[in-house]
């Protein structure tokens, strides 16, 4: 863990905030090789739930090329 001393010289962003409670975890599910270059998951946010402005879900779509 972050020494309070030096928690105050971290640079956050507006928008950003430190993981002070545990680790940050999500769960996804997703639907692989569509087309053979496509992948698209559904993630969910299983902690820090409590912050205004984020979201509890979203989706996720990847392209990839294999030769």
């Known amino acids: 863990s972050l ?7 971290m640079l956050l962003l507006p928008g950003m905030y430190d993981l002070y409670n545990g ?6 599910v997703g639907i692989e090789n569509i087309l053979k270059i496509l992948r698209v ?9 409590d912050h205004p ?5 979203t989706i996720r779509a990847k392209l990839y090329f294999n030769f």
């Open 23 to 28: 680790p940050f975890a999500e769960a996804a």
């Open 41 to 49: 998951d559904a993630l969910w946010r299983l902690t820090y739930r």
């Open 53 to 57: 402005n984020v979201p509890l879900w």
């Open 3 to 9: 020494d309070p001393k030096n928690r105050e010289e």
